[in-house]
């Protein structure tokens, strides 16, 4: 009969402690609060439901402190824009603002450090054997020798037994053949077994799990594929029969593609409304004054799931045939000299928030190719498409890791791609602040392929 463990009051004793900052810092900083209930209720609910809608507790053993912080900020976004709904809503929202602001900096710093002696505290707590589990493998492969380093992080709270395998070793982790396995659980009191899948037929495999599941064991299964498995996947079910998606893109669901769209309809209309509306006129005038041609650059490009778009810059460049086919290039002739200075500062790409504004495209994700370049990668670069999952941005992780404008060698958009993958995969609201942050940080210390 398996013990209740004191593990199991992680996660109701850290709700009570987050409920507790906030509403401590909200006492003793705007004790007035208090004086409206429905108020109170609305925060401590918001907090509530932010945290249960985002998986915020269920933490796994393996996480650290660094594994899930973008969902840390991610939460923090979303109520601090309940926060300030409350204000809004009675018509309060500019009375003592900066102070507000201050009010809910101090929720967070407060819940962050809470977070920051937490993992201490456990890591430390771990160490000296306190909340851990006993764990074996059955079956053996190159897989193993990985599933050890994890197990044999100290702060992680693992005490690696051994293993199981038919086949016989004199290494010292070796346990017996697969037949001595469910002894030796049940005597040495084994919490959790991993089992190397390929090892096994599909009624080897189901005894192990009935053994586990009527010795109230956790059983967790090592898939050794790593060029299938080690991609982001999802477990789906059609008629209770298990699907494994290979391709998990976070922005297929529907809360996470109106979170991005709200704040790419926000961030564009406040570009278009206070940036563009001036700086327009003045850009028509001088790049008319240069040369002749059109006020706005537009070019096919292809969006989200491939589809073709109108992509709109800033005219950097004389009029010319190769516009369509050749990327510009270092000291390139067709470069106009108020061009270079577009293009230096990036200021060139600001009329693509009308592309953002209207849905083509996003502020954040993989740059958009010309036609002739997708036609030519798409068949050279492997998984080249699958940038094409989520719809392009003005800016993106390749940029900000210096993969921008001319492609001079293979490694060029071959890694590009890479990174442009991982940002589809992993994509957060936290990862589209850190790329935006970046973007201006780049621009503003100049960068050496802005030409």
């Not at 045939?321 to 200075?341: L, P, Q």
Request: hydrophobic share 40%; glycine share 6%; proline share 4%.
């Amino acid at each position: 009969m398996k013990r209740f463990r004191n593990s199991d009051l992680i996660i109701p004793i850290s709700i009570l402690v987050h409920l507790g900052i906030i509403n401590g810092v909200l006492y003793l900083l705007t004790p007035e609060t208090y004086l409206n209930g429905s108020r109170i209720l609305f925060y401590n609910l918001s907090w509530l439901l932010t945290t249960y809608f985002t998986n915020y507790y269920p933490t796994a053993r393996k996480e650290k402190f660094i594994t899930n912080i973008h969902k840390v900020f991610q939460i923090y976004l979303i109520f601090g824009l309940s926060y300030f709904a409350v204000f809004g809503i009675s018509g309060r929202l500019y009375e003592s603002l900066e102070y507000q602001f201050f009010v809910l900096l101090l929720i967070f710093l407060c819940l962050f450090w809470y977070r920051v002696l937490f993992f201490w505290i456990r890591g430390k707590y771990r160490k000296r054997g306190g909340n851990f589990v006993n764990v074996v493998v059955v079956g053996r492969d190159p897989s193993l020798k990985k599933i050890r380093k994890v197990f044999d992080e100290p702060g992680l709270g693992y005490r690696y037994k051994g293993y199981f395998d038919d086949r016989p070793s004199k290494s010292p982790t070796y346990l017996g053949p697969v037949i001595d396995c469910f002894k030796y659980i049940l005597e040495n009191n084994v919490n959790e077994i991993y089992c190397v899948a390929s090892k096994f037929n599909s009624p080897e495999l189901k005894n192990l799990i009935n053994f586990a599941d009527n010795n109230l064991l956790r059983f967790k299964v090592i898939l050794d594929n790593k060029d299938i498995f080690s991609r982001a996947m999802s477990i789906e079910s059609y008629e209770k029969i298990p699907v494994l998606n290979l391709r998990k893109v976070p922005l297929d669901t529907e809360y996470a593609r109106i979170i991005k769209r709200t704040f790419d309809i926000v961030f564009s209309s406040l570009v278009i409304v206070f940036v563009l509306s001036w700086l327009t006129p003045i850009l028509f005038a001088l790049i008319k004054l240069e040369s002749p041609g059109k006020l706005y650059f537009k070019q096919k490009r292809h969006g989200l799931k491939r589809k073709t778009f109108w992509c709109y810059k800033f005219r950097s460049m004389t009029t010319n045939t190769d516009a369509n086919n050749k990327m510009a290039t270092k000291n390139d002739a067709r470069v106009t000299k108020i061009g270079k200075f577009l293009r230096k500062t990036s200021i060139d790409e600001l009329p693509q928030f009308f592309n953002v504004f209207m849905g083509d495209m996003s502020v954040i994700g993989p740059r958009p190719h010309m036609e002739l370049h997708t036609w030519n990668y798409e068949t050279s670069v492997d998984k080249y498409l699958v940038r094409h999952f989520v719809k392009p941005g003005i800016t993106g992780l390749a940029q900000i890791k210096g993969y921008r404008g001319e492609i001079v060698k293979p490694a060029d958009i071959l890694n590009r791609t890479r990174l442009d993958i991982f940002y589809v995969e992993k994509w957060n609201l936290a990862l589209d602040f850190y790329i935006l942050f970046l973007t201006v940080f780049n621009v503003v210390r100049g960068e050496a392929k802005a030409y």
